[in-house]
């Protein structure tokens, strides 16, 4: 065994069996080997298990490893080589964070997920090809990849997070795919890529096919054909543009993309777009708006504040509304108020009103609803009673049904319709008949928390 280990130079093997269990506290790495076992395979390596062993400079992982924890290998400054097994499926966050010697990886196709600060400050990797597989890329994942060049996103990336690629100061090729609906803040800075960006007659600054960095227009600013996304915060400020056409084919406009845009009167929503995000309008001049059919989702804020908002077409295919989406505006103060406080308008359910005198303890939700908006922290203000849901619903958002102290569901089931339920929906229910129908696809964290 000693022969072993010296001419292998601290490779590490993990091997599977029926049972097993290792204790390794080795005089130079002083550590313990834990591993998560269920029946006789090893299926995970559990948090921070070989943290700063800076001398490791190989790893090979067996292939029933489905899952490598939170900084398991963070800080191993001697890392060159690892084999990611196929079967593997998530990295999570901080796992190879700081292995500055690591210079390559192959992600293996089965790979769904790859956590927030992932590998920051791996200054040695100078690419990355990520399989088609993977859904998210956590914030700052590849933050500060010195020596990182070239990057590959798959085709099952829909967002790139916050400060994803921040600091890889060499970056200057990537290719993006068609399914990026979101863009966040500082995905790209510090990168060749933003130095060397497109820059069309308007100033404003394109990778690729997303719009990464808008420049102020007096009157009127036309996007660029072919554009696919507005990264988040983009036009944030610009106070002379009062037009902004937008391209058919864009698909998401991120947070904050045209907030405080003061002068901003009229957009034109392209048949596309999916998805608007937070606080995108928030605090424009906007006086009319017409959403497209196809629309999926809005987020929180997204029209709030704008003060001249007299009309909003509001299309069926809205399936997430975020909390306060018009708060602030003319078009929401007059819409009718039913016996219970709620407004609604094409099937959305988007206030209840907090006024427990005037409207009562007791909420029936009007027939042919089919989304009911996330709620936010004012909800806590009414004490409701009891609620009444009905089988139109489709779609409960996040604190979507959060009310103050206990309150009890008159439905002895779910609605059988009900396809989506938020975080937080059902906070503080009673549920004495909990049957979940068949059509149910998501339920969020802490959904029926006190119930």
Not at 398 to 419: D, M
């Amino acid at each position: 065994m000693d022969n072993y280990w010296k001419k292998n130079k601290y490779q590490i093997v993990f091997f599977f069996a029926a049972f097993i269990i290792l204790g390794w506290n080795y005089g130079i790495f002083n550590l313990k080997c834990r591993l998560v076992i269920k029946g006789d395979s090893i299926v995970g390596i559990t948090d921070g298990i070989f943290q700063k062993c800076e001398q490791m400079d190989t790893i090979k992982i067996p292939k029933h490893i489905k899952v490598i924890g939170d900084s398991a290998f963070r800080g191993c400054q001697g890392l060159e080589t690892i084999t990611l097994p196929d079967g593997l499926t998530v990295i999570e966050g901080n796992a190879f964070e700081d292995c500055v010697s690591l210079g390559h990886i192959d992600f293996p196709d089965s790979l769904k997920w790859i956590g927030d600060f992932a590998f920051a400050g791996c200054n040695s990797l100078k690419e990355v090809e990520v399989p088609g597989n993977v859904q998210e890329i956590g914030v700052s994942a590849f933050k500060n990849c010195i020596s990182l060049e070239r990057a590959v996103l798959g085709n099952g990336i829909t967002r790139i997070d916050n400060d994803t690629f921040r600091g890889c100061d060499h970056l200057s090729k990537i290719k993006i795919p068609d399914t990026i609906v979101d863009v966040r803040e500082g995905a790209f800075e510090g990168t060749e890529l933003l130095e060397s960006a497109i820059e069309d007659r308007y100033g404003n600054r394109y990778i690729g096919n997303i719009l990464v960095k808008g420049q102020d227009s007096f009157g009127y600013m036309k996007i660029l054909e072919g554009t696919r996304v507005i990264g988040q915060g983009a036009f944030k400020g610009c106070n002379h543009i009062k037009v902004a056409a937008l391209p058919e084919g864009l698909r998401g406009i991120g947070s904050r993309a045209f907030y405080r845009c003061r002068a901003l009167e009229e957009v034109n929503f392209p048949k596309s777009l999916k998805i608007i995000r937070d606080d995108v309008f928030h605090g424009c001049r906007l006086r009319r708006v017409e959403l497209p059919y196809g629309l999926q989702e809005i987020g929180s804020g997204a029209f709030s504040g704008c003060r001249e908002l007299g009309y909003v077409g509001l299309p069926l295919t809205v399936t997430l509304m975020g909390a306060n989406v018009f708060s602030g505006t003319p078009w929401l103060g007059r819409l009718y108020v039913d016996r219970y406080g709620c407004k609604y308008s094409n099937g959305v359910l988007l206030e209840i009103s907090m006024d427990n005198g005037m409207y009562g303890t007791d909420i029936r939700i009007q027939d042919g609803t089919r989304v009911i908006c996330c709620g936010s922290e004012y909800y806590g203000e009414r004490t409701v009673e009891s609620v009444e849901l009905l089988d139109s619903l489709a779609y409960i958002g996040e604190f979507g049904l959060a009310f103050s102290g206990e309150w009890v569901l008159k439905n002895k089931k779910l609605p059988k319709n009900l396809v989506s339920i938020g975080a937080y929906a059902f906070t503080g229910a009673r549920i004495y008949n909990m049957e979940l129908p068949d059509c149910l696809e998501k339920i969020g964290t802490h959904a029926f928390t006190d119930c």
